[in-house]
């Protein structure tokens, strides 16, 4: 719905808002929901922190390096507010560092106006001291409460699906729908922040719908999506389930919807993000949602790239995988994270599965799916991690030949579950990052083979930019790269064209190999 826009001779000087988002997509996604929100209810985003009167930092709290991040950030931001000539009179702080230490923050931090957690998005509306009620010049939204969002039918529903009529999708006393095992993990102190101190009692229950405002940050032509939000998995390394709540997956209509607005505003590749992409629809009654989605999206016109972040990998069913080749505009890629290989290490972990079980989904991928490519992340230390545990890890490794992967340390998180382990089970930490070395000097070499191997192919690009790195190369994606988190591909050879024009799709060859990234020549 467009909003009309006020009357310039009566408005009030719009204020100035600086924002940084810190973390994942996913908290990408929430920066990017609260600026539209700012800038419908009148104010005016900026760039520069020091032309900014009001200064927002959207916090991430995973583990120690990312906390520690938040801090330093929030201390930054701090400094613009104090100095002289700067124009900042109000700094907020939202998202999961706020879940966690809502009290300590203003208590330590006494220049910190506000805190905004991460189930109450509209709160930066009143910590900002602006009226919902606002309207931002051009506005194409509507803003909505959320108890509008949560019970009002999309805005488009000409993609309504017959299963989103179940009764198990109705809500309920205002409350939506949870899977069962999410219950069970509430009732079993899975979601517990008691020991917390001002944490609020009551779970993030909060979901965006296509009718709340939004401004993207990524390059114009991608986007991210979030279809899903929370998790109940039960992984005793992670505390996301009580920074996030429990696992809600958004309505499809709604997702398409948005899909579609995003399209027709130029974006040509859209990653669906969620904490477990793979449990999207359980708790609407869909089964195989996830593919469900996939399928209704990869049909829109206009969209070139559709890929999703994050499958869990008991939830990869043969229907997914299935999906996933039949569409050519379906990145051939999965990230699944396996976080180890020992079975003893896993069981601790409260993940389950086997090495085996792992690389019979592998080559099961591999033989539906030819040419994916599989992304997945490792921990290693995790409490009670023998030597025996580490060489397994390394031999799954040298077995499964994934194309990307990330090696983190463990890090003890007060409030997940490994954090109560005898302290006679932590490892050192010099042993751990020894161990992380050495599996990426090993991932290294895997990588190099692999990369190697695409010289002479002839594949789809999506120009970016020039490199950060230097001024002589350009950068750019290939379906088979994630925003952001893979290696690289290195521009050297514009091939028929005097210039690229960023967000652009182009045909290239690969024409050389490093480590984990590559260099190509433009054909078309």
Same mark, same amino acid.
Request: aromatic share 6%; proline share 6%; with cysteine.
């Given at each position: 719905?467009?909003?009309?826009?006020?009357?310039?001779?009566?408005?009030?000087?719009?204020?100035?808002?600086?924002?940084?988002?810190?973390?994942?997509?996913?908290?990408?996604?929430?920066?990017?929901?609260?600026?539209?929100?700012?800038?419908?209810?009148?104010?005016?985003?900026?760039?520069?922190?020091?032309?900014?009167?009001?200064?927002?930092?959207?916090?991430?709290?995973?583990?120690?390096?990312?906390?520690?991040?938040?801090?330093?950030?929030?201390?930054?931001?701090?400094?613009?507010?104090?100095?002289?000539?700067?124009?900042?009179?109000?700094?907020?702080?939202?998202?999961?560092?706020?879940?966690?230490?809502?009290?300590?923050?203003?208590?330590? *931090?006494? +220049?910190? &106006? @506000?805190?905004?957690?991460? /189930?109450?998005? %509209?709160?930066? =509306?009143?910590?900002?001291?602006?009226?919902?009620?606002?309207?931002?010049?051009?506005?194409?939204?509507?803003?909505?409460?959320?108890?509008?969002?949560?019970?009002?039918?999309?805005?488009?529903?000409?993609?309504?699906?017959?299963?989103?009529?179940?009764?198990?999708?109705?809500?309920?006393?205002?409350?939506?729908?949870?899977?069962?095992?999410?219950?069970?993990?509430?009732?079993?102190?899975?979601?517990?922040?008691?020991?917390?101190?001002?944490?609020?009692?009551?779970?993030?229950?909060?979901?965006?719908?296509?009718?709340?405002?939004?401004?993207?940050?990524?390059?114009?032509?991608?986007?991210?999506?979030?279809?899903?939000?929370?998790?109940?998995?039960?992984?005793?390394?992670?505390?996301?389930?009580?920074?996030?709540?429990?696992?809600?997956?958004?309505?499809?209509?709604?997702? *398409?919807? +948005?899909? &579609? @607005?995003?399209?027709?505003? /130029?974006?040509? %590749?859209?990653? =669906?993000?969620?904490?477990?992409?793979?449990?999207?629809?359980?708790?609407?009654?869909?089964?195989?949602?996830?593919?469900?989605?996939?399928?209704?999206?990869?049909?829109?016109?206009?969209?070139?790239?559709?890929?999703?972040?994050?499958?869990?990998?008991?939830?990869?069913?043969?229907?997914?995988?299935?999906?996933?080749?039949?569409?050519?505009?379906?990145?051939?890629?999965?990230?699944?994270?396996?976080?180890?290989?020992?079975?003893?290490?896993?069981?601790?972990?409260?993940?389950?599965?086997?090495?085996?079980?792992?690389?019979?989904?592998?080559?099961?991928?591999?033989?539906?799916?030819?040419?994916?490519?599989?992304?997945?992340?490792?921990?290693?230390?995790?409490?009670?991690?023998?030597?025996?545990?580490?060489?397994?890890?390394?031999?799954?490794?040298?077995?499964?030949?994934?194309?990307?992967?990330?090696?983190?340390?463990?890090?003890?998180?007060?409030?997940?579950?490994?954090?109560?382990?005898?302290?006679?089970?932590?490892?050192?930490?010099?042993?751990?990052?020894?161990?992380?070395?050495?599996?990426?000097?090993?991932?290294?070499?895997?990588?190099?083979?692999?990369?190697?191997?695409?010289?002479?192919?002839?594949?789809?690009?999506?120009?970016?930019?020039?490199?950060?790195?230097?001024?002589?190369?350009?950068?750019?994606?290939?379906?088979?790269?994630?925003?952001?988190?893979?290696?690289?591909?290195?521009?050297?050879?514009?091939?028929?064209?005097?210039?690229?024009?960023?967000?652009?799709?182009?045909?290239?060859?690969?024409?050389?190999?490093?480590?984990?990234?590559?260099?190509?020549?433009?054909?078309?």
């Amino acid at each position: 719905m467009t909003s009309s826009a006020p009357d310039q001779s009566s408005a009030k000087p719009r204020p100035k808002i600086g924002f940084v988002s810190l973390g994942c997509p996913k908290n990408l996604v929430d920066s990017e929901v609260m600026m539209g929100m700012l800038h419908h209810a009148g104010g005016e985003l900026t760039p520069q922190a020091e032309d900014a009167e009001i200064l927002v930092v959207n916090t991430c709290s995973f583990i120690d390096s990312a906390k520690q991040e938040s801090v330093n950030t929030i201390l930054e931001m701090v400094q613009h507010k104090k100095a002289n000539g700067g124009r900042a009179q109000r700094l907020i702080v939202a998202g999961c560092l706020v879940e966690r230490y809502r009290d300590e923050i203003q208590k330590n *931090i006494p +220049e910190v &106006d @506000a805190v905004v957690g991460t /189930g109450e998005l %509209e709160a930066i =509306l009143a910590a900002a001291g602006l009226s919902p009620t606002g309207h931002a010049n051009n506005s194409p939204f509507q803003i909505l409460t959320q108890a509008q969002i949560d019970r009002a039918p999309s805005a488009v529903n000409q993609h309504s699906r017959p299963e989103e009529s179940s009764p198990q999708l109705q809500i309920e006393q205002g409350h939506l729908a949870s899977r069962p095992e999410g219950d069970l993990r509430e009732q079993q102190g899975r979601f517990s922040r008691a020991a917390w101190d001002g944490a609020t009692a009551a779970l993030p229950e909060y979901l965006y719908s296509d009718t709340t405002p939004r401004i993207l940050t990524t390059p114009r032509a991608s986007a991210y999506i979030k279809i899903a939000e929370g998790c109940d998995h039960p992984c005793g390394f992670c505390i996301i389930p009580q920074l996030r709540g429990k696992f809600r997956s958004r309505r499809m209509s709604s997702i *398409i919807t +948005e899909a &579609d @607005a995003l399209i027709a505003q /130029g974006v040509r %590749e859209i990653t =669906l993000i969620g904490q477990d992409t793979t449990c999207y629809g359980e708790d609407l009654g869909i089964k195989d949602g996830l593919a469900q989605l996939l399928e209704a999206l990869a049909v829109l016109p206009g969209l070139r790239w559709l890929r999703f972040l994050y499958a869990y990998p008991n939830k990869v069913t043969t229907r997914l995988l299935e999906t996933i080749a039949r569409h050519d505009n379906i990145a051939k890629y999965l990230d699944v994270p396996l976080q180890h290989a020992s079975p003893s290490v896993l069981k601790r972990m409260k993940r389950g599965g086997t090495p085996e079980v792992f690389l019979k989904l592998i080559e099961k991928a591999r033989s539906i799916v030819p040419g994916i490519v599989l992304r997945t992340s490792f921990i290693v230390g995790f409490p009670g991690e023998t030597e025996e545990d580490y060489n397994q890890l390394e031999a799954f490794i040298t077995t499964a030949r994934i194309d990307w992967l990330g090696v983190f340390t463990y890090s003890d998180e007060e409030g997940a579950a490994a954090f109560e382990l005898a302290s006679e089970l932590k490892v050192p930490k010099r042993t751990i990052e020894a161990r992380r070395r050495k599996l990426m000097k090993l991932q290294q070499k895997i990588s190099a083979k692999s990369k190697s191997q695409w010289i002479g192919r002839e594949i789809d690009l999506l120009v970016e930019g020039p490199s950060e790195e230097t001024d002589l190369l350009w950068e750019g994606r290939t379906p088979l790269h994630a925003p952001e988190i893979d290696g690289k591909v290195f521009i050297n050879d514009f091939g028929p064209h005097e210039a690229l024009v960023p967000g652009t799709f182009y045909r290239a060859e690969i024409t050389e190999s490093h480590d984990y990234d590559v260099v190509a020549r433009i054909l078309d």
